[in-house]
Each structure stands twice: as structure tokens, then as C-alpha cells.
């Protein structure tokens, strides 16, 4: 299994306007993120090249894994460890074949049949959710619950990252579930003082890892 990483901070400048992408990035490492994935929907190309190649430099210092959401083209130009793709993203066959069988693909699925439908195309972990209510997607859709995640995880052969109303209360039920990690967003982005949120979403995920 490829190293993905059990805590995924999604980097966001559009729920928050106090930090910059590389602010969050640097904030999250020095709390314990060992993954940061790269979410901008909308800007300039260049410019988004250049915030993820001062990202990835930042993430190689300290071998936390650097992912580009939806963008192929940035996580190619910054030298990214991968990518994470949506349902009506960039087609993953397709992305295996730019990017090589070194670099990272994770994919988005809400249900059993989209996990299934990532994983014969060949990712490596899957991105699953909204397990509970979130607002920081416009697109998550209704919270999908941990009964059905359970389900997923059960017929997954590759690690399944737990996303959507993520925080450390309910980490450890997370966990017990057969999740292998957890991403968020609004958790660490949007607190006054996101070392401190990431350190405690860490020390929740490392207590649940215990009692799984």
C-alpha cells in the first residue's frame, strides 16, 4: 500500500479568508497532518502552480504527502505526490496513465457502487462521504452515515478516508468502523488556531487507532 497518509487536511480560502493555502499547509504539519490535499475550485492556473509548488516544498520537508484536488495539470507542474478525483472529474483510468503507477489517486464516492466503480478503475484510497452533515461542500450531498461506510469498507480492497462532519468527538467511531484515516476541512481551516485543531484531530485519531 502506497503511503496516503491518515490525516488529510483539505486547504480552503473560500469558507475562510485569514490564511493562505501555504499558511495552512505549514499550520497543519506542525500539528500532525501527514497529508495536505490542495482544493481551489477557481483562479488563475499560474498562480495556482506556484501555491502548490511552495506547498509541495513545504510538505517534502517534513514527508507529508502533497495531493492536488481535481487539478491534473497542477499536480503534474508542482511535482505532486497525487491527486484526488471526484466522480465527474478527470477520468482516473485516464489520470493513471499521465501520472504514473508511483504517484497517489484517491477518489470520491457517496456510495458502494461509486467506490466500486473507483477502485476497478484503479485508485488507491478512497475518499468517502459525507459520513455525517458538512457545509463545507456546496456538492456533499446528505450525510451517507457510518452503517453505510461500514459497508463500503467492507468490500473495499484499499484504504477508505473518512470525510464530511469529521472532528475529533467522533474520530474514534470513525476508526472502530474500519476507516483508515479521516479528511477535513472547516476542522482545521476555519478554527481561530488551526495547530491546535490539527494536534487534536491527531491525538483523537491516534486514540481511536488504540481502542479499533
Known sequence: MKPIGRLHVLT????????SHVELTEMAITGGADAIQF??????TREMIETACQMKELCSRSDVKLIINDRI??????????????????????ARRLLGNDRIIGGSAGSIEEAMKCLNEGVDYIGFGP??????????????????????????????IAIGGVNSVNIPE?????????????????????VTATRKLKEALCCGSDIK
Open 12 to 19: 480552503d480560502t473560500q469558507l475562510q479568508k485569514r490564511f
Open 73 to 94: 495539470d497542477i499536480a503534474i507542474a508542482a511535482n505532486a505526490d497525487g491527486v484526488h478525483l471526484g466522480q465527474d472529474d478527470f477520468p482516473i483510468p485516464l
Open 174 to 194: 470513525i476508526i472502530r468502523s474500519g476507516a483508515y484515516g479521516i479528511a477535513v476541512i472547516s476542522a482545521v481551516c476555519c478554527m481561530e488556531d488551526p
Open 39 to 44: 482544493r481551489q475550485k477557481h483562479g488563475s
Open 131 to 160: 459520513v455525517y452533515q458538512t457545509g463545507s461542500k456546496d456538492d456533499a450531498g446528505p450525510a451517507k452515515g457510518i452503517a453505510i461506510m461500514k459497508q463500503v469498507i467492507k468490500k473495499m480492497n484499499c484504504p477508505v
